[in-house]
């Protein structure tokens, strides 16, 4: 069916009781939440909704963007008075604005900024859990920070992506990589003192924060080195993906910049 009218969500989630953003049988998603949502507030309208990419489960989104296809003319200020109306409280709407019809939010340019957030030492406090990952080994931070750093720039990202396709490209540039005292997420149940791994490019792999958060943490341990990680980013690695996977309930999409005029 074609669509005469495109609009531009933008929202947040809270993730952690969700199996991710794609749609599955038998899962409670976040993409089947936000249509069931959706089918109050258009009622009988016929419409169709792409998200800006896909999140695994639990992880969480401060900016996330969806793009909605429909035929009806919709008054915005109050369509985002009323889809907030409508969300459970993981979800809340932002803004919306229509966009031409040939916008596509899959293939737009933009820069996406995600957040791993962690501790290490004493156990966290229970309520930390769906916001950051604890540690329970003593942690490097220093030579951690100093492979963060490694991440930047152009390289070959065959050790971290599982599942590619034939189609996978692994040369990747990541804009940005760091390791900085957490002043972002504050509450009173947080541990004294966290951590946030900051990555910014124009586009990631399947589990590539995660893989790379969980090289991140071996090398903390001490059970890698920095040549461990220079050599894995090159392009005669052996191109086998890592075992270590971080768990997902740290990950956040922190922020999407979309880098052309919607108009």
């Not at 409280?89 to 962690?118: G, L, T």
């Not at 329970?136 to 750093?149: P, R």
């Not at 002043?183 to 951590?195: G, H």
Request: proline letters at 3%; one cysteine or more; glycine letters at 4%.
């Amino acid at each position: 069916m074609k669509y005469a009218i495109s609009y531009l969500i933008s929202l947040q989630f809270f993730g952690f009781r969700f199996s991710g953003w794609q749609k599955q049988t038998n899962a409670k998603t976040l993409h089947d939440i936000v249509d069931k949502s959706l089918s109050f507030v258009l009622k009988n309208e016929v419409y169709k909704t792409i998200g800006v990419g896909r999140t695994d489960a639990k992880v969480s989104a401060n900016s996330y963007y969806l793009q909605l296809f429909t035929n009806e003319i919709l008054e915005e200020s109050s369509f985002v008075e009323l889809l907030n109306a409508n969300f459970p409280p993981d979800f809340r709407a932002i803004s919306i604005q229509k966009v031409d019809r040939s916008f596509n939010i899959i293939k737009a340019d933009k820069i996406k900024e995600y957040h791993y957030y962690f501790s290490f030492g004493e156990k966290n406090h229970p309520f930390a859990a769906p916001f950051m990952v604890n540690i329970d080994e003593n942690l490097n931070i220093d030579l951690m920070q100093k492979g963060a750093k490694l991440f930047e720039g152009e390289h070959y990202f065959h050790k971290y992506c599982t599942k590619p396709s034939a189609k996978t490209i692994f040369k990747r540039v990541i804009d940005a990589c760091e390791i900085v005292e957490n002043d972002v997420l504050v509450a009173n149940f947080f541990p004294e003192k966290s951590y946030i791994f900051k990555v910014k490019g124009k586009g990631f792999l399947r589990y590539q924060v995660r893989l790379m958060m969980a090289t991140l943490f071996e090398l903390g341990k001490g059970n890698l080195d920095l040549q461990f990680i220079e050599a894995s980013l090159k392009v005669d690695n052996d191109r086998k993906f890592m075992r270590n996977n971080a768990p997902s309930s740290g990950l956040q999409l922190h922020d999407i910049e979309l880098l052309k005029s919607l108009k």
